[in-house]
């Protein structure tokens, strides 16, 4: 095969597609940050919960219903790019692309015709007529999103299977800029010189999710149609029967459903069971749904930056695993596990530490209202960005690994385990236990994966033991950097946000300094990265 296109991508290492994937997503999520400000603005801040509420049965709705089968097409076209069987990569993108056209409408039509049972099933009969009436119009107008993203997750599949992480995170990035500006751009118009309901604002976010996936769409189509084109010139067989392509695809899709469901099974708990719970210690409905916001959307968006890396990694690490058990190479296996599990670790500490310590001023600096009380949610929410980050990474090597089976009787324990102690947890400590009870469960999880893999395929942790501690202590930095700032009476707050932009600025870049040299002197960005010295990092 002298002329396939793809060749190239072959030697893409998994470092290097991790961070062009986690850099795709960082921007995707800085953006998803930056618009939090102006859009709380016009939604105000009683109406965010709402917002909550419909992102969150968004994303439930599609892990129940197409989860599985995108990662399972990138899978498999790895798996069949590897052979060199180009007939069966485009067949699979055919059948794959139609499997999720067809499950996106159906969960579009059950969202759409059953948006008010569900309105009083998830918010409870505790709360007033409107709330049941404004959170059943925004499952209405989610719905339209749970037909159109499917079919964007078969074309990023394409390019994932194929390495192509520049594509895929390019359209991720895409994405964010089209939907940011609709909601921003339409909720101004309405909210501002049309003097509309606030909550018009809110139905605008939830409607630009389809108006952003759209155009994502197309413009994969266009970057597709090219390679596929060239693909198609080096075809040589033909390819597996389409019954066969069905069911190898049904056959990997299942454990992968079940993989993404219960993965999300935090944000099931949180969304079934967080009014139930509350409501037994408190009878503030504006309070409860405030911080109900805060749980699950403002402080979300902040602690997702060391989630970034989990997705990048966790897409970029797909390909590279099954091509290693494809071809039997047990060695390129341990040494892909290796690579993004401590590449994750490095990475993410010092970004959870950082929030973590400067959760308040952080928290102010983006939202400025209630910042205390959201201070201390995101001090507790930033608590697990290790547990965020590690697991959908652990989970989707394992699932690659062909250990689906044992991955998912992990997720499944782990669930049982943050349904049983939710509402301990809640009664014991208030909304904390809320955040707690669910990185409880993800470190259970996190333990699980990581034994399983070191009993199966003999990997040793006994290089992250060290370098993991180490890494930990070298991000203690930022506590440090906090009570020095604590000690200098720096005036994060009462000098105004550009101040404390300015404040956080100055720390967080010493922060990172601090601990980069910290890690240097200790060899670990040498030993993880593969690198010798800084000419090497400008350079990659």
């Given amino acids: 095969m002298t002329n396939n296109p793809n060749t190239t991508h072959k030697r893409r290492s998994l470092i290097a ?13 800085a953006i998803g940050i930056l618009y939090v400000m102006p859009f709380k603005a016009l939604a105000t801040d009683q109406n965010i919960a709402y917002y909550s509420y419909g992102y969150t049965l968004y994303d439930v709705a599609l892990q129940i219903t197409i989860a599985g089968i995108p990662v399972a097409i990138a899978m498999l076209i790895a798996k069949y790019y590897a052979r060199d069987d180009m007939a069966t990569v485009l067949m699979i993108r055919k059948i794959g692309r139609y499997m999720l056209l067809f499950l996106g409408i159906f969960s579009m039509l059950f969202v759409f015709l059953f948006a008010s049972p569900l309105a009083r099933l998830i918010i409870t009969e505790n709360v007033s007529e409107s709330a049941i009436y404004y959170t059943s ?11 159109i993203i499917p079919v964007l997750g078969s074309y990023r599949a394409f390019f994932q299977g194929l390495k192509i992480m520049e594509t895929y995170s390019f359209s991720q990035v895409l994405e964010q800029f089209v939907r940011v500006g609709f909601l921003l751009g339409t909720g101004y118009v309405l909210v501002v010189l049309f003097r509309y309901d606030p909550i018009w604002a809110v139905y605008m976010a939830i409607l630009a999710a389809s108006i952003s996936g759209l155009v994502a769409l197309v413009h994969l189509h266009f970057k597709e149609k090219p390679l596929v084109d060239e693909i198609k010139a080096n075809v040589e067989t033909a390819p597996l029967a389409t019954r066969m392509i069905l069911r190898e695809i049904v056959y990997f899709s299942i454990p992968y459903l079940l993989v993404s469901v ?13 009014n139930r719970a509350i409501f037994m210690i408190s009878d503030n409905e504006k ?3 405030l911080i109900f916001g805060m749980i699950m959307f403002t402080t979300q968006k902040i602690i997702s930056i060391p989630a970034v890396l989990a997705l990048g990694f966790s897409a970029a690490v797909i390909p590279y695993v099954s091509e290693a058990i494809t071809t039997n190479n047990h060695a390129s296996l341990k040494r892909n596990i290796n690579d993004a599990i401590s590449s994750v670790l490095y990475l993410a500490i010092p970004i959870s530490a950082g929030i973590m310590f400067f959760a308040t001023p952080i928290y102010y600096l983006f939202y400025t209202d209630n910042f205390e009380l ?31 089976r044992r991955v998912i009787k992990n997720l499944f324990v782990s669930f049982i385990f943050h349904a049983l102690i939710f509402f301990p947890m809640v009664l014991l400590l208030g909304y904390q236990g809320v955040i707690h009870a669910s990185y409880f469960a993800h470190y259970l999880v996190i333990i699980l994966n990581l034994t399983v893999l070191k009993r199966v395929y003999k990997v040793s942790y006994q290089p992250f033991l060290r370098s993991g501690l180490l890494m930990l202590l070298s991000g203690l930095i930022f506590l440090v ?7 200098l009476q720096v005036p994060f707050i009462v000098s105004g946000r550009w101040w404390t932009l300015f404040y956080l600025s100055v720390f967080g870049l010493i ?3 601090l601990y980069g040299a910290l890690t240097w002197f200790l060899q670990l960005p040498q030993t993880i990265f593969k690198i010798d010295s800084l000419r090497d990092i400008i350079r990659r």
Avoid: C, E
Wanted: cysteine-free.
């Fill in 17 to 29: 597609g991790g961070l062009t994937s986690s850099a795709g997503i960082f921007i995707s999520k």
């Fill in 137 to 147: 119009n925004i499952f209405k107008i989610i719905a339209f999103a749970m037909l």
């Fill in 262 to 274: 219960l993965g999300k099974s935090s944000s099931f708990v949180n969304l079934a069971f967080y």
């Fill in 287 to 289: 309070l409860i749904d």
């Fill in 374 to 404: 959201g201070g201390r949610v995101l001090f507790h929410a930033a608590s697990g960005g290790l547990a965020l980050a590690l697991t959908p990474v652990t989970t989707v090597i394992l699932t690659v690994a062909n250990l689906r």
């Fill in 481 to 487: 950097l906090r009570q020095v700032t604590v000690w």
């Fill in 511 to 513: 922060g990172v300094i």
